[in-house]
């Protein structure tokens, strides 16, 4: 263990100890930071590989378009099934082998792919196998970062935790167009190769080098009988209901976002690089707004009422993008989605902070909201493919996604109301 760090008594979820020992840092231990937000960001750019190649891919392949849609929520059907029970196992075991494992399966799709990609079905089985590392990633990469991150940095590595999914849609976009030049829709597949190569040699350092603990090797006696502590009813019922705000706002986000590039092909008659580029705007003007939500959480505004703020814009997004077009009018409603789009997912990732009482949530916690996340990942892009199936055109979506957005508003709110007041770092 680094000699900056020390231990601190926290509280950990029902049935769960802390595996990964959660440290309160003097000095936050960057490289373990890095290792933790480099992996997620690399985990999101897999999943988010698939929206700017999906043009080419369909154009190719033909693939059905609620297959299609499918390829992003296979991601979400590992997360369904993995994410709590992977907290658990990352907190007793820790983090190690389940990432190297990880890197393996996501190698393995990617191979898959690319050896077969007009088979439509076997694609799906790859997303799949894509998905379950993903399921890892997505557990080990906020809590790595967070564990390594003294007291004075944490809300800033929350807001960058918050961050991970938007810079790995942007990482895809940026890398879309020299790569489709070099090699077509497959070259994100091969710049997802180099990135998994590049992973696991640095996992391997670290393992070998042991500047980053992520997790003990030997679980000692004293370890199993430590923060014996439970969260209480009112706790648990808060973390639920910040797991169904998750889902159902991840429903309309990565339904939007899949579908985003086909749209403005097809509504709009944008080219693939034109689309690419409307692509990009929302998902920048996202991290710039989770930064920032990042720095007023940080001064102590509760995070109840700004999650409610940023669903309640993000609702008024979804009535302007209809009648806005695709001019300055469009460009604004982007604008607008992607400003709310980074309040929100910030707010969700300092929850388990704010409800079970300190900055690093415990892997468990992590889990639990991740599950409701996997869920609207789950279902978000083939609904709105089958709403295309049923009318015949996009009119319909953003009505449909405005409506889901409002549900989330609603169970916002509820959350804010049991929170009442309570800042980034105080239990409720």
């Known amino acids: 263990m680094p000699r900056h760090a020390c231990f ?8 769960g100890n802390l595996g990964i020992p959660y440290m309160v840092h003097r000095e936050s231990n960057w490289i373990g ?3 933790g937000l480099v992996l997620a960001a690399y985990a999101a750019f897999q999943q988010f590989k698939l929206p700017p190649a999906l043009p080419l891919m369909l154009e190719s392949y033909g693939y059905d378009r609620t297959l299609a849609g499918g390829f992003m929520s296979a991601y979400a059907v590992a997360g369904l099934a993995l994410s709590f029970a992977m907290g658990r196992l990352i907190e007793r075991r820790g983090a190690a082998i389940p990432i190297a494992t990880g890197l393996c399966l996501m190698t393995a799709g990617l191979v898959l792919t690319l050896a077969m990609p ?3 079905r076997l694609v799906l089985a790859s997303r799949t196998l894509e998905g379950i590392a993903f399921a890892v990633f997505a557990i080990a990469g906020p809590v790595l970062a967070n564990a390594n991150a003294s007291a004075r940095h944490l809300p800033v590595v929350i807001a960058l935790t918050a961050a991970w999914i938007p810079i790995g849609q942007l990482l895809a976009v940026v890398l879309a167009e020299p790569s489709f030049a070099f090699a077509g829709w497959s070259g994100l597949w091969w710049i997802g190769l180099a990135m998994s190569a590049g992973m696991m040699l640095w996992l391997l350092g ?5 500047r980053v603990d992520m997790g003990p090797r030997h679980r000692k006696p004293a370890d199993a009988t430590a923060n014996r502590e439970t969260v209480s009813k009112s706790q648990r019922i808060s973390l639920i209901v910040t797991a169904a705000v998750f889902m159902v706002w991840s429903a309309q986000y990565f339904a939007f976002m899949t579908w985003l590039p086909q749209y403005l092909v097809e509504a709009l008659g944008l080219s693939v690089s034109g689309a690419v580029a409307g692509y990009a705007l929302p998902v920048a003007i996202l991290l710039v707004a989770i930064m920032v939500t990042g720095q007023i959480l940080r001064r102590g505004v509760p995070v109840g009422p700004l999650l409610v703020a940023g669903l309640a814009l993000q609702v008024a997004s979804w009535v ?6 695709g001019g300055f009018g469009g460009a604004l409603a982007l604008v607008l989605y992607g400003t709310a789009a980074g309040i929100v997912p910030t707010c969700l990732f300092a929850m388990p902070s704010a409800i079970v009482g300190h900055g690093q949530a415990a892997a468990t916690a992590f889990g639990i909201i991740m599950t409701g996340r996997n869920a609207g990942v789950f279902a978000g892009p083939i609904a709105l493919a089958q709403l295309f199936a049923l009318t015949g055109g996009w009119a319909w979506a953003a009505p449909m996604l405005g409506v889901v957005t409002g549900i989330a508003l609603a169970l916002g709110a509820w959350l804010a109301t049991r929170l009442s007041g309570v800042a980034y770092g105080t239990s409720r």
């Open 320 to 325: 302007l993008l209809p009648v806005a077009g």
């Open 8 to 15: 601190a008594t926290l509280p950990v979820l029902p049935g």
């Open 206 to 210: 670290l393992r070998l080098s042991g």
């Open 33 to 35: 930071v890095a290792f």
């Open 118 to 120: 007009e088979a439509g």
